[in-house]
């Protein structure tokens, strides 16, 4: 069965148009010299497939033994175009490939992007990329590769596939902040804020230690008395601390709208924790705490990205009381800031 498994995977070899011409000549050229009995016709017949056997035979060469990798970026947004990087290995001792295409496959179809490489010499690797857009956010799944060659003389296009599943978590896609947001929330604080974090502000109280806080604010004594550590909170530190709250799309409110107000509420947590504050998210899908720091970033990110449309049965856990909250509604274009203390003086 060593023939079988030299064939394997199927290949896929249509004509180019090139291709299709030839082939048609060759079989002119075939009908003549059995009509004619002229050998002149009989040698001219072999050598036309003698090229297409060899065509056959070098662009399966070219196919051989290649190893094909996907290096993904960092971070991808929906409608923002990103490079993909492909690369490729010749594991051949001595045959190099030729012409050679390499299509991405997602969800089984074929990318509008290809990489080509020229000349891939034996036992080397080339990389390049190729840009693409994916319009939605959420996970999508890339299953492999389809490689292909024209070599050596263009008349067909042999191809097989090659299995690489992954599966890439898509962003949403970043807006224009409104300029209105910043200044609403330096207007509730009362004061502009530093954007670093300081030691000096008047005490504010007590919370639980969360993970990037100095130590040295750590309250000892009623770490000791809970167990668990707490550290001190200033004035200043609680001017720092936003939570994006991203309300769930209403029965009037079409996809559309919670795709904009889930693309805002990522954008402007984005833009708040580039100035240097701690930002946390509530959504009907849960509650992550204020943090800062890239790891914060990717949470806040990915927890948007898998947002759901309509709220589960259990509610999320409320947004802190000591943080400023940006309010993001479907179908309303712009978010609401809302301070600590208007909630406080609206509750009491």
Not at 70 to 85: E, K, N, V
Not at 179 to 194: F, K
Request: aromatic share 8%; with cysteine; net charge positive.
């Amino acid at each position: 069965m060593n023939w079988w498994r030299w064939l394997r995977p199927p290949r896929r070899f249509p004509p180019t148009r090139e291709g299709w011409w030839f082939l048609g000549a060759t079989l002119l050229v075939g009908v003549a010299a059995i009509n004619g009995g002229i050998n002149l016709m009989f040698l001219v017949f072999g050598m036309m497939i003698s090229l297409i056997l060899a065509s056959g035979i070098l662009s399966e060469m070219c196919l051989r033994k290649l190893i094909v990798l996907r290096r993904p970026p960092a971070a991808i947004h929906a409608g923002s175009p990103f490079l993909m990087g492909i690369a490729v290995r010749n594991q051949k001792r001595r045959v190099p490939t030729f012409s050679l295409e390499v299509e991405d496959l997602l969800d089984g179809r074929p990318v509008d992007r290809r990489c080509y490489y020229l000349k891939l010499p034996a036992g080397r690797m080339q990389e390049t990329a190729y840009k693409h857009t994916l319009p939605r956010r959420g996970r999508h799944r890339f299953t492999g590769f389809r490689i292909s060659t024209r070599f050596p003389f263009g008349f067909i296009r042999k191809s097989r596939d090659v299995e690489a599943p992954i599966e890439l978590l898509v962003y949403p896609e970043l807006v224009p902040v409104p300029e209105t947001i910043i200044r609403a929330w330096l207007a509730e604080q009362g004061r502009r804020q530093s954007p670093s974090r300081s030691r000096a502000g008047d005490f504010h109280g007590l919370r639980e230690y969360r993970t990037g806080d100095d130590p040295r604010d750590i309250h000892w004594r009623t770490s000791a008395r809970r167990g668990r550590p707490f550290v001190r909170e200033s004035e200043e530190e609680t001017g720092m601390t936003v939570v994006v709250l991203l309300e769930s799309a209403g029965p009037d409110v079409d996809a559309a709208a919670f795709e904009a107000a889930v693309s805002m509420a990522a954008s402007v947590a984005l833009a708040l924790m580039k100035k240097g504050l701690h930002v946390g998210l509530s959504t009907a899908d849960g509650w992550l705490p204020p943090a800062g720091g890239p790891a914060q970033t990717a949470q806040i990110l990915k927890c948007l990205a898998l947002v759901d449309a309509r709220p589960r049965e259990a509610p999320p856990r409320p947004a802190a009381t000591d943080a400023t909250v940006v309010r993001v509604r479907p179908g309303v274009a712009m978010p609401s800031v809302e301070s600590s203390r208007a909630r406080a003086r609206r509750s009491a």
